[in-house]
């Protein structure tokens, strides 16, 4: 049976790479059917921030990872927390003193202090001066209430082990240091309670970054000296961002809660950092945690570094909006659209499912909406469009024909008002873009709208929709007593070239 844990430090805000982590060390466990558990790693009181912890709860909470186990009533599991668990870490390193996998270690802060010093980079390792104490000369000192630290032996060699991603993967042992595993105030070290609570939790697999591959073989030097099985390790690629470099919280790259604030969803993030790394070897990209659960598979993890591209996770959140029901994203889209829109009588549903389609970040909706309010100054170059088959003229003598048909707007639905503009357009030989696209140009003021002209008369309601067609009208010049429509002269040789333009094949 399968289990996993995710076992952060709460060292600050949670990051994508740190959610990607636990995503994993979820799916792995689930997939299979295993279980999978949160560990706080917070024994190291130095690198502690208040605060990191509820971010961390939160974060998971949100993102839909929950543990199968740990302190707490009935289903809903607590975290284990190593500092308020009962396991005296100290046994475990005595152990290890005895099996000589560890040793006493009394130098005291000045004398470590100058050996750094001394040093030609300033970071020399711990020389083991204290190895060389006899049994005796430990013993005596321990008595006499020395403080002391205990130190992992690395001993000569070279440590080799197997990643599930990476292979085989050899270290040099002379590359590590005598770490400590106990400090001076008796508490564990985490990497020390790591391997304590890896064992004791009978963790099966660890999956975690990739800056871990090379600190691997001394958690696996520990494991052997106590006679302990080896658990299995996953480890995942680097997250690079648009500059190739490592995200880091200073390069300005976002955390979790930044994103959420931002307005993606965690369905999206969830799924976007699945994929970061990992493919589930088809062309899916759209997956949900239960899908995921259900294809991941770890042969689909790969180890060069994935890029964090904004632009894809952009249009990640857009489908997962598409994806979800009207009703649910009216409620997240109420507030930005009550924000955005003021004028009176407007369904804010309608605007809603309007948007829905069109946004990648709910902050796009006053961008798209701004129009309804306030008219927007505009061109008359935007009555121009090629594919439409429209330009200034045309859309003046559209705007023209439907005033002069204003008589035939009796109903004031979509449907109704969609089908007079198409019959205006057909009495006048007219493409039926060629009606549509200036009557929306003329009612919007810009160049892209989230709904086509029918929608938006519906929407700003018959005495708004003339006064805005009179508007653009009055841009157009078409307003004048003198103004001759060209569609009144179809039958006039002279003007059969603006006719042709006019009927020219367009789709609308
Ligand atoms: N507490 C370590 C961290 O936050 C965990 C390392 C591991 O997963 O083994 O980085």
């Not at 059917?33 to 560990?39: A, D, E, L, S, V």
């Not at 070290?189 to 064992?199: I, K, L, M, R, S």
């Not at 904004?310 to 889209?333: C, R, S, V």
């Amino acid at each position: 049976m399968i289990r996993t844990r995710y076992a952060p430090s709460p060292t600050g805000s949670m990051h994508i790479g740190n959610l990607r982590t636990a995503l994993f060390e979820y799916l792995v466990a689930k997939s299979q059917g295993g279980t999978f558990i949160m560990r706080l790693e917070d024994t190291d009181t130095a690198r502690y921030v208040p605060g990191a912890e509820q971010i961390i709860y939160d974060t998971l909470k949100t993102a839909g990872l929950k543990y199968d186990e740990g302190p707490g009533v009935g289903g809903d599991y607590g975290p284990y927390v190593q500092s308020r668990r009962k396991t005296d870490y100290l046994v475990y390193a005595e152990e290890l003193v005895k099996r000589g996998g560890a040793y006493y270690c009394f130098c005291d802060k000045e004398r470590l202090a100058k050996l750094h010093e001394t040093s030609a980079d300033g970071a020399a390792k711990y020389d083991r001066f204290c190895l060389s104490f006899s049994k005796e000369e430990v013993a005596a000192n321990l008595a006499a209430g020395k403080k002391y630290v205990i130190r992992q032996l690395i001993p000569e060699g070279q440590t080799t082990f197997t990643d599930l991603v990476y292979g085989d993967i050899t270290v040099d042992n002379s590359e590590m240091e005598d770490q400590i595993l106990i400090k001076s105030d008796l508490l564990p070290t985490y990497n020390f309670a790591n391997v304590v609570d890896d064992h004791l939790m009978k963790i099966t697999h660890v999956v975690r970054g990739s800056e871990y591959l090379s600190s691997t073989p001394k958690y696996n030097l520990l494991y052997e000296a106590l006679g302990w099985e080896i658990p299995q390790y996953i480890h995942l690629p680097l997250i690079v961002n648009e500059n190739g470099e490592k995200l880091a919280k200073r390069k300005g790259d976002m955390s979790f809660e930044q994103l959420v604030k931002i307005g993606f969803l965690p369905e999206a993030i969830i799924n976007f950092i699945a994929l970061l790394g990992w493919s589930p070897q088809d062309n899916r990209e759209i997956l949900s945690l239960q899908e995921l659960t259900e294809c991941f598979n770890i042969k689909g993890l790969s180890k060069s570094p994935s890029k964090f591209d904004i632009k894809k996770l952009l249009w990640m959140n857009g489908e997962y909006f598409k994806k979800m029901p009207d009703g649910e994203f009216f409620e997240m889209a109420k507030s930005h659209i009550a924000n955005a829109v003021k004028r009176k009588g407007i369904d804010a549903k309608k605007l809603a499912e309007m948007v829905k389609t069109r946004i990648e970040l709910l902050s796009d909706i006053p961008g798209l909406l701004d129009f309804i309010d306030e008219l927007p100054n505009y061109d008359i170059s935007l009555f121009t469009h090629k594919k439409m088959k429209t330009d200034s003229q045309i859309a003046g003598d559209a705007l023209n024909a439907v005033m002069d048909n204003i008589r035939k707007f009796t109903s004031w639905d979509n449907t109704s008002l969609y089908e007079t503009l198409v019959e205006i357009a057909q009495d006048i030989g007219y493409k039926n873009s060629q009606v549509l696209w200036p009557v929306r140009t003329a009612l919007s003021g810009k160049p892209t709208s989230p709904c086509g002209a029918s929608e938006l008369m519906e929407l700003l309601g018959r005495e708004e929709t003339f006064a805005r067609i009179i508007n653009a009208m009055n841009l157009l010049g078409v307003n004048s007593i003198n103004y001759v429509p060209s569609y009144k002269r179809v039958n006039d040789a002279a003007s059969k070239d603006s006719v042709n333009v006019a009927t020219g094949g367009a789709n609308e």
